[in-house]
């Protein structure tokens, strides 16, 4: 790996020319790491949901031509200057957002919104020197949160990497880096659900699927799935859903129906569809004097939440997590070990694969409906 250190390096990345285009497959050159940096190898990547609602850019500013992908494993190829905790040859997870460790958030164990490193989803530069670490023929390519995992290398910010047990097999734990984490921590970290207690999710793709595992894992006795999809019911029982319901079956709202089915509401929600309606629901269903609802989806920009103060006075908890709570370097290394003794099993969130030459196939498992989560293998046999 030495004798690209400090080189340019020319590799294959798919890049987003513009919205909603399949990606193209381009030679692109990436710079070594400036102060601060890591460049990284990516050996397996993942699609998630965020970079799909990017790159159709229906709800946000446009940023083209760019590299996507956030969910990712790798090995550090070089480190730039000031890095002293990452070495070439560690096994790491780029997090689309960081831990300086210096700032008030990062001091703090109530927050994981690092003020230095948070997520920005309009900038496609390093933040070192305002400049991307991509180029094609000399003309910057943009970087996306500030991982662009759909390279074979790629430039990372040292905050935003969290080094892991260099046994845990990337191609798994991958899925670990933005999706599975943020629904997992929203129950075990915000939700908090005690032994025995009933849980609705709702949204029950990976996020809300992880969601339902951090409750199984808590103990909870029931819990509830809130989908649209029915066809998402079979696949959610593995996850330890135990019922389903279908907002569109009823005539009523559906915190209505929850309430009833509860005898007075669940104990705890975790709204993980970014559907301004569900979140409200998902606030309305708990129960009085104790229950708590956590708000894990992103909203509409244009999104607003109203509901009833009585609501909040009859001792009702509205709370928002942000990746679950997880600070990227501190715990998520944590995390994996759970997959490692065996305590989480991520098997069975991934349910395609396909070489990094078919890419485009993941978006369309992913726009139909079909995939918790596509491995992308960067390494072709």
């Known amino acids: 790996m030495a004798s690209t250190a400090g080189k340019v390096i020319k590799c294959k990345a798919a890049v987003a020319w513009e919205a909603g285009k399949p990606l193209v497959m381009e030679e692109v050159e990436v710079a070594p790491p400036q102060a601060m940096e890591v460049r990284i190898k990516i050996l397996f990547t993942s699609l998630c949901h965020t ?4 790159w159709e850019a229906k709800g946000q500013t446009p940023v083209f031509p760019r590299i996507f992908g956030h969910e990712a494993g790798g090995i550090v190829e070089s480190v730039g200057e000031g890095v002293t ?6 096994h790491v997870l780029p997090v689309f957002t960081g831990e300086c460790k210096d700032c008030a958030h990062c001091k703090s164990e109530e927050s994981n919104m690092c003020t230095l490193l948070r997520i920005n989803t309009d900038r496609g530069v390093m933040i070192g020197d305002g400049q991307s670490r991509f180029s094609i023929n000399g003309k910057p390519i943009y970087h996306f949160v500030g991982t662009s995992t759909f390279s074979e290398y790629t430039v990372v910010h040292v905050g935003c990497v969290a080094k892991i047990n260099p046994n845990a097999p990337l191609d798994k734990v991958c899925v670990l880096s933005c ?5 997992l921590g929203a129950t075990l970290n915000v939700a908090k659900p005690p032994r025995g207690s009933t849980v609705a999710v709702f949204g029950l793709g990976a996020v809300g699927l992880a969601a339902a595992e951090g409750a199984k894992m808590a103990g909870a006795s029931r819990i509830i799935g ?5 066809r998402r019911f079979v696949e959610a029982k ?9 907002p569109s079956d009823f005539d009523k709202p559906i915190q209505e129906v929850l309430t009833e089915m509860t005898d007075g509401g669940v104990d705890r929600s975790i709204e993980c569809t970014g559907n301004i309606n569900a979140m409200i629901s998902a606030f309305e269903c708990v129960h009085d004097g104790w229950g708590v609802a956590v708000l894990v989806g992103v909203p509409h920009k244009d999104a607003v939440f109203k509901t009833h103060p009585m609501n909040l006075l009859n001792e009702r908890t509205l709370k928002g997590t942000f990746f679950g709570n997880y600070k990227p370097r501190s715990d998520i290394p944590a995390v994996v070990e759970k997959y490692m003794n065996k305590e989480l099993e991520l098997e069975k969130f991934i349910t395609h694969e396909v070489p990094f030459s078919e890419i485009n196939k993941a978006f369309e498992y992913m726009l139909k409906g079909d995939s918790l989560r596509c491995i992308i293998r960067m390494q072709e046999e």
């Open 51 to 54: 970079d799909v609602y990017f």
């Open 85 to 90: 905790e990452l070495a070439p040859g560690d």
């Open 179 to 183: 999706g599975i984490s943020t629904g």
């Open 226 to 230: 809130v989908d649209l999809n029915p």
């Open 238 to 246: 593995k996850f330890g859903v135990t019922e389903f319901v279908n």
